[in-house]
T-cell receptor, first 114, second 113 residues
Framework: EDQVTQSPEALRLQEGESSSLNCSYTVSGLRGLFWYRQDPGKGPEFLFTLYSAGEEKEKERLKATLTKKESFLHITAPKPEDSATYLCAVQATGSGGSNYKLTFGKGTLLTVNP | DAGVIQSPRHEVTEMGQEVTLRCKPISGHDYLFWYRQTMMRGLELLIYFNNNVPIDDSGMPEDRFSAKMPNASFSTLKIQPSEPRDSAVYFC???????????FGSGTRLTVV
């Protein structure tokens, strides 16, 4: 069974204080690893997809990296508007390529104080 | 595009009543997913459709839950009879190419009392 574990559960940073969020995963075969951002009362918003170990993607102050066992979401010089829950999910290769299910971790609640 | 549209945004119902949640996917998206989010279990896939056909319903908790997609622009998730443990936020998502990610709706917060 596919499993995703995110740490820490919650992280409080001062504005400008860089840090990283961790996503450890177990999957039979990885089709893709996804990062989403979720604001209170809203649905998850897509950030990145990573497909193979060594891949990196960046968007503004966020950079996602991938190894064979985990992914990191690095946040550089965060601002209060980066406060949200960050969700990691994996999509496994399925029989006949028909498995498009995303298995999510429980998320990291990030709070950035001004 | 207006994105994925879900209704209602909030639903409060009494135990034993029938509840119907609705979803309009993004036009042209062939895949539609229903997820449920709780504090304890996080986001869990209930069922997904491709071209209006259910592909994987292994996450549907029990026979009280049913989902339909009568056409490419509309899907429903029905719970009958509802129970307090069904209280959660239910999300619908759609995708043109699932390997590139989904677009989620704003969710329906269901409270069963």
């Amino acid at each position: 069974e596919d499993q995703v574990t995110q740490s820490p559960e919650a992280l409080r940073l001062q504005e400008g204080e860089s840090s990283s969020l961790n996503c450890s995963y177990t999957v039979s075969g990885l089709r893709g690893l996804f990062w989403y951002r979720q604001d209170p009362g809203k649905g998850p918003e897509f950030l990145f997809t990573l497909y193979s170990a060594g891949e990196e993607k960046e968007k503004e102050r966020l950079k996602a990296t991938l190894t064979k066992k985990e992914s990191f979401l690095h946040i550089t010089a965060p601002k209060p508007e980066d406060s949200a829950t960050y969700l990691c999910a994996v999509q496994a290769t399925g029989s006949g390529g028909s498995n498009y299910k995303l298995t999510f971790g429980k998320g990291t609640l990030l709070t950035v104080n001004p | 595009d207006a994105g994925v549209i879900q209704s209602p945004r909030h639903e409060v119902t009494e135990m034993g009543q029938e509840v119907t949640l609705r979803c309009k996917p993004i036009s042209g998206h062939d895949y539609l997913f229903w997820y449920r989010q709780t504090m304890m279990r996080g986001l869990e896939l209930l069922i997904y459709f491709n071209n209006n056909v259910p592909i994987d319903d292994s996450g549907m908790p029990e026979d009280r839950f049913s989902a339909k997609m009568p056409n490419a622009s509309f899907s429903t998730l029905k719970i009958q009879p509802s129970e307090p443990r069904d209280s959660a936020v239910y999300f619908c998502a759609s995708s043109l190419v699932p390997g590139l990610g989904y677009t989620f709706g704003s969710g329906t917060r269901l409270t069963v009392v």
